[in-house]
């Protein structure tokens, strides 16, 4: 089956270790996307990327960091830069990188930070 | 700066009801999309239906329909016969024609169904 998978569903971190939240997606996908999610708030974009080997930051792109070397994977490292790491991150993926399409999710990673 | 406003945090409806609810959202584009995702209590995000700007149709997936109002920059969802299924967050999201497919979200309404 079709789909974007994120690994681990949980993961935590003790304060300033990096740690890499994993998504890949066998949807032949140009654009993915990373956002993070706080309790009972909206997503909010980190980085995103429309082809390998670029990416750009989103709106909150200071503490982290992305790779793009395959189509099918998009990374996240959340460095000990970021002072508040702990929330819910959510990738996602779509073939249009103009913004007219559908983006696909992956189930998502929670982050906490011990 | 885009921006998209949902102004019911929480709403809830009984069994097989109609429920409506709101998004706003702000733009100078002329052709874009607008969705409306669902985020049920598994954190899975699940595209719910899809307007496009330029239709002067709203969209409709089975239960669910859109009252998409352009020069307003209104575009709310409606449930009908809803079911305990229903019951999720409900996000409204915008990506903007040159904003290379990012999505601005809402705030969010939790949606609580009643049996």
């Known amino acids: 089956d079709g789909g974007i998978t994120q690994s681990p569903k949980y993961l935590f971190r003790k304060e300033g270790q990096n740690v890499t939240l994993s998504c890949e997606q066998n949807?032949?996908?140009?654009?993915m996307y990373w956002y993070r999610q706080d309790p009972g708030q909206g997503l909010r974009l980190i980085y995103y990327?429309?082809?390998?080997?670029?990416?750009q930051k989103g709106d909150i792109a200071e503490g982290y960091s992305v790779s793009r070397e395959k189509k099918e994977s998009f990374p996240l490292t959340v460095t000990s830069a970021q002072k508040n790491p702990t929330a819910f991150y959510l990738c996602?993926?779509?073939?249009?990188?103009?913004?007219?399409?559908?983006?696909?999710f992956g189930p998502g990673t929670r982050l906490t930070v011990l | 700066a885009q921006t998209v406003t949902q102004s019911q945090p929480e709403m809830s409806v009984q069994e097989a009801e109609t429920v409506t609810l709101s998004c706003t959202y702000d733009?100078?584009?002329?052709?874009?999309?607008l969705f409306w995702y669902k985020q049920p209590p598994s954190r899975q995000m699940i595209l719910v239906i899809r307007?496009?700007?330029?239709?002067?149709q709203n969209a409709t997936e089975n239960r669910f329909s859109v009252n998409f109002q352009k020069a307003a920059k209104s575009f709310s969802l409606k449930i009908s016969d809803s079911q305990l299924g229903d019951a999720a967050m409900y996000f409204c999201?915008?990506?903007?024609?040159?904003?290379?497919?990012?999505?601005?979200f809402g705030q969010g309404t939790i949606l609580t169904v009643h049996p």
């Open positions: 996602a993926s779509s073939i249009d990188v103009q913004g007219f399409g559908e983006q696909f």
């Open positions: 949807l032949n996908h140009d654009a």
């Open positions: 990327s429309q082809i390998v080997n670029d990416f």
């Open positions: 733009t100078s584009e002329s052709d874009y999309y």
């Open positions: 307007q496009e700007a330029y239709k002067q």
């Open positions: 999201a915008y990506p903007g024609g040159t904003s290379y497919g990012k999505l601005t």
